[in-house]
């Protein structure tokens, strides 16, 4: 088991954290993710606002039984002490077959053992062709260490 991150947060602690908290997502496994968060851990996320690992669980079967194929993107946008905020993109398509590409920003807040225990996110998301998708790779594992981040992205 790799030693956790933990605060205080320097520029390449805060870009770890922030990988290693993308690929749990791309993963898609609930209970594998809500590791990564306190037991009480605050959740903000969208217009959800709920409370602990249980909730977080649920949210995110729930999340990843309507967003298919799931790929998702994070970059660390600032740091400090305690606190990250990164910004994403993630990918997915609906039952059928509709693509979405969601942009958001995330505030995260870690307790001295690393664990985030709070987590404020704003989504919104936007139609996408097929065609106009950015993300491809194995739908079940990360990000390629070799796939493009945001920094250069189109909006």
């Known amino acids: 088991m790799p030693t ?4 205080p947060f320097t520029r390449e602690t805060a ?3 922030a990988r290693m908290a993308e690929n749990a997502w791309n993963s898609r496994d609930p209970d594998r993710v809500a590791l990564a968060y306190t037991e009480d851990s605050h959740w903000r996320n ?3 606002i709920f409370q602990g690992r249980d ?6 079967r729930r999340k990843w039984d309507k967003e298919l194929d799931y790929r998702l993107v994070k970059e660390v946008w ?3 002490d305690n606190r990250i905020a990164v910004r994403f993109q993630y990918e997915w398509h609906d ?5 979405y590409r969601a942009y958001g ?3 995260w807040e870690f307790d001295e053992n ?4 709070r987590r404020e996110a704003s989504i919104n998301d936007k139609p996408i062709a097929e065609s106009d998708r950015r993300f491809f790779w194995d739908t079940s594992g990360p990000r390629p260490e070799d796939h493009p981040g945001l920094i250069n992205s189109p909006v």
């Open 4 to 7: 956790p991150i933990v605060p």
């Open 15 to 17: 870009i770890a954290k």
């Open 46 to 48: 969208r217009a959800e």
């Open 55 to 60: 909730a977080i669980r649920e949210f995110l």
């Open 78 to 80: 600032a740091y400090a």
């Open 95 to 99: 039952d059928a077959g509709q693509w």
């Open 105 to 107: 920003n995330e505030n």
């Open 114 to 117: 690393g664990l985030m225990r």
